[in-house]
């Protein structure tokens, strides 16, 4: 399954994260791509309303890996100023992806058995114009399209284009 919502506000693209993340549950894996200032600190903001983190989330600028507390731990990672490609275990992400937390990787690409893994969430960024982002979500399979389409309709974003059941 493969689909693509047009977002109109970092407000809308921060409920994407939200219902996502509420459908995904604890051991959810997000990995990031796109352009640049596309939105993905932005929905990751969202991923941690849904976990009822009270930290403001930005991005981690000096470290690899922020780490936050709420429902259960949420890990945002930022591989941009990481030379790619690097596996895992280079990065030392084991820890957090055996764990019971969420994982938001930007830049995830640049680590690319990430993409692999049964049950990554792939979503790419697009800057459309001031205001618009077209981002593309391909789910991990297990994912039931008629759940998600529920959760969109409830956000009420704009669904472009939809493939699969
Ligand atoms: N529809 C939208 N969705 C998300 N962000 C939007 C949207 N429209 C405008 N924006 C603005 O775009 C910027 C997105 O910034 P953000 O840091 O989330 O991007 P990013 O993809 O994480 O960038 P980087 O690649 O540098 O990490 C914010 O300033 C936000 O206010
Ligand atoms: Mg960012």
């Known amino acids: 399954m493969r689909f ?17 993340a509420e459908l995904a549950g604890e051991g959810a894996l997000f990995a990031l791509g ?14 941690a309303r ?12 000096f470290t690899l890996v ?17 030379e790619g490609p690097l596996d895992v275990w280079d990065l030392g992400l084991e820890d957090y992806l055996e764990g019971h937390g969420v994982v938001v990787v930007e830049w995830a690409d640049k680590a690319g058995e990430l993409l692999d893994l049964p049950r990554v969430w792939k979503l790419f960024f697009r800057i459309l114009e001031e205001g618009e982002r ?8 297990d994912v039931e399209g008629s759940k998600l389409k529920e959760a969109l309709t409830r956000i009420g974003v704009e669904v472009v284009e939809w493939k699969g059941f």
């Open 4 to 20: 693509v919502v047009r977002t109109r506000s970092p407000e809308e693209t921060r409920l994407l994260g939200e219902v996502l």
């Open 34 to 47: 796109g352009d640049l200032g596309a939105g993905k600190t932005v929905f990751t903001q969202g991923v």
């Open 50 to 61: 849904a976990l009822g983190v009270a930290d403001i989330v930005t991005s981690p600028t």
């Open 66 to 82: 922020n780490e936050y507390s709420g429902k259960c731990p949420l890990y945002h990672v930022d591989l941009y100023r990481v």
């Open 134 to 141: 077209d981002i593309e979500v391909v789910p991990p399979q």
